[in-house]
């Protein structure tokens, strides 16, 4: 572990607000390949064209092969201490605490974390294409084609919010509230961890931050695309750094 004593860490009192951002880096101390490793070729197609509703309609059964495959690796994979400092930190603020993840792989959720918002969806939930059914709990794999809605026969897909799609609106204004409610209570701290700030619009949520007054950080084991947008930079493994820069 470092040594916390060494390590700059952010000031937060009983007043303070926290809004946290993680990104893949989060969930690869469990096991968890990130997108630079995963978003690779993946059968000779790329990362972005499998999670594309382009990509989908092209191929459906591959798309669905994909994130079967994902499906099975994530569900031997456990929270680490990086997950679990979190569900610490949020345990200690209460509502003065969101999490927002760009992780699909629901290890948030199974480290303890509530005060979450999964702003890319779930890896373990299906919805329909076409109906209004609501998206449904799933945790099968689907390796012979997209399976079809009960009730209305079109073709199932993942819970998930692919490239070009937009995010659920109730997320992005939860979050926007959390940030404009806690900026007028008090200090404010936005900690972007495990996330190479490439893809928007999360990325775009140290801008929104800063603009209320927050004090910024990036947890991360290598610069960030948008990592020059960040106050302090803290650069390692967020199971190693942040136990020792959340800790009491
Ligand atoms: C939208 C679900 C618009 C899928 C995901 C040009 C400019 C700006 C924007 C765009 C543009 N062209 C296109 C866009 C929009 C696009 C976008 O941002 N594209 C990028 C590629 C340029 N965004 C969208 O399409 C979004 N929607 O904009 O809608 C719109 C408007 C009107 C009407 C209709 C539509 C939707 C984006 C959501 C896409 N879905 N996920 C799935 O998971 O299957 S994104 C997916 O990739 C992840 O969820 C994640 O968000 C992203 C990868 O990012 P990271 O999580 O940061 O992971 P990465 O591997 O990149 O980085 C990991 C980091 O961890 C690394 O830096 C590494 O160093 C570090 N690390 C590794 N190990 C550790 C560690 N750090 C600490 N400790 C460790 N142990
Ligand atoms: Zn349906």
Redesign the pocket.
Known sequence: MGDSTLMERPRIDDRTSVLVLT????S??SGIP????A?GLWESHS??DL?SPEGFDADPALVWRF?SS?REGAKGCRPNP?HLALVELERRLGDRFLLAT???DGLHRDAGSERLVEI??NLFTSRCSSCSRPPFEDRASHLHGAPPCERCGARLRPH????????DPSHLERIHRFLTEAARRGPLVFLA???????????GLVDEARQLGACTWL????P?DNGHRFEHFTQ????EVLPDLLGP
Do not use: K
């Open positions: 990104g893949a880096g989060v690869a101390e990130t997108f630079r490793g978003g990362f972005t999670a994130y994902r990086g760009q992780n699909v890319h969806g998930i919010v692919w490239f070009g799609e937009m995010l961890a495990g996330t190479s700030g490439a893809v928007y619009p999360a990325a947890v991360n084991a290598d960030a390692g493994r967020t199971g």
